[in-house]
C-alpha cells in the first residue's frame, strides 16, 4: 500500500514562490501517474498539475499553466510542485495523489491521497 506525505506548504506573498513536495512510501510509484490537487473553501477539489509515470506526459489546471511545474524523482519516490507568480486565489490545501494506472485524467482513477498541506498566499 502506497502512503503519500505532503511537505512544504505555508504563508507567501503574492508574487512569491513555494515547492511543495510529496514523499511516497509503502511502494514505488514509478509505474503510476503522479498528480497535485487542490481544494479551497467552499469549492470543489481541482487538478493542478499531472505527469505520466515515466514523466513524459505532463498536464496543467489552465490557472496554474505557465506558473507551475510538476517534477517527479522515481528513484528517490517523491513528485514536487513548484509554484512561482502565486496569487492569493491559489490560497487551498493541497493534495498529492497516486493513480492507479500510468497516466489518467480521471480523476477517479487517483485512489491515493495524502493528508494535504496548506498554502496560503497573501495580498
Known amino acids: 500500500q502506497v502512503q503519500l506525505v505532503e511537505s512544504g506548504g505555508g504563508l507567501v506573498q503574492a508574487g512569491g514562490s513555494l515547492r511543495l513536495s510529496c514523499a511516497a512510501s509503502g511502494l514505488p510509484i514509478s509505474s503510476r501517474g503522479m498528480g497535485w490537487f487542490r481544494q479551497a473553501p467552499g469549492k470543489e477539489r481541482e487538478i493542478v498539475a499531472e505527469i505520466s509515470a515515466n514523466g513524459s506526459i505532463l498536464n496543467y489546471g489552465d490557472s496554474v499553466r505557465g506558473r507551475f511545474t510538476i517534477f517527479r524523482d522515481n528513484a528517490r519516490n517523491t513528485v514536487d510542485l513548484q509554484m512561482n507568480s502565486l496569487k492569493p486565489e491559489d490560497t487551498a490545501i493541497y493534495y498529492c495523489?497516486?493513480?492507479?494506472?500510468?497516466?489518467?485524467?480521471?480523476?477517479?482513477?487517483?485512489?491515493?491521497w495524502g493528508h494535504g498541506t496548506q498554502v496560503t498566499v497573501s495580498s
Open positions: 495523489a497516486a493513480s492507479r494506472f500510468g497516466f489518467s485524467s480521471y480523476r477517479g482513477d487517483y485512489t491515493t
